[in-house]
Antibody
């Protein structure tokens, strides 16, 4: 059964770059043409889609974050990654990686990582 | 972007009762690409419904989804103790994907 696991620093200083990795186990990241996603949730608030990456490397970002976001994939390591630059306290959130239920672009997310809390503070 | 407005904010019900949650979209959601998720404290969201009315794998049939124009509804026919949680709707028919603000179903 496929599982996703986020990893990365739990504390990032303001103006620096947040970097997270999602490791996929129980299946190959390139075995099917999924659009792997990143979603975040500030404490006590709702969910926000950050962006998605196709297994081949094509990326799709939320316009509200597009200028600061980079998502990449490393098929050799079965991982995909998120970088968010120039962070502020507003970027403090639980960050989730997720896989959609189908290989269509139009698909909800049915497999989620457990989430990792990232705090932006000096 | 499509704005999803969920109501009510909180629903106070007893086990065994019926829960009706609403999600209204600011514009048409392409091809009924609307999902519902359940989230419990400290856990990741769990997909319940996709395509407005299709249950995800392993989801009990007490959960059902429906749509009428830009209005979407999640119904839990008889609340079980494990159903008390926060529920989110999400549209994935028009990028950027967006989520509603959530409805908390709490024990009365």
């Amino acid at each position: 059964q496929m599982q996703l696991q986020e990893s990365g620093p739990g504390l990032v200083k303001p103006s620096e770059t947040l970097s997270l990795t999602c490791t996929v186990s129980g299946g190959s990241i390139s075995s099917r043409s999924y659009y792997w996603g990143w979603i975040r949730q500030p404490p006590g608030k709702g969910l926000e889609w950050i962006g998605s990456i196709y297994y081949s490397g094509n990326t799709y970002y939320n316009p509200s974050l597009k200028s600061r976001v980079t998502i990449s994939v490393d098929t050799s390591k079965n991982q995909f990654s998120l970088k968010l630059s120039s962070v502020t306290a507003a970027d403090t959130a639980v960050y989730y990686c997720a896989r959609p239920y189908s290989s269509s672009w139009y698909s909800a997310f049915d497999i989620w990582g457990q989430g990792t809390m990232v705090t932006v503070s000096s | 972007e499509i704005v999803l407005t969920q109501s009510p904010g909180t629903l106070s019900l007893s086990p065994g009762e019926r829960a009706t949650l609403s999600c209204r979209a600011s514009q048409s959601v392409s091809s009924s690409y609307l999902a519902w998720y359940q989230q419990k404290p400290g856990q990741a969201p769990r997909l319940l419904i996709y395509g407005a009315s299709s249950r995800a794998t392993g989801i009990p049939d007490r959960f059902s989804g429906s749509e009428s124009g830009t209005d979407f509804t999640l119904t839990i026919s008889r609340l079980e103790p494990e159903d008390f949680a926060v529920y989110y709707c999400q549209q994935y028919g028009s990028s950027p994907w967006t989520f509603g603000q959530g409805t908390k179903v709490e024990i009365k």
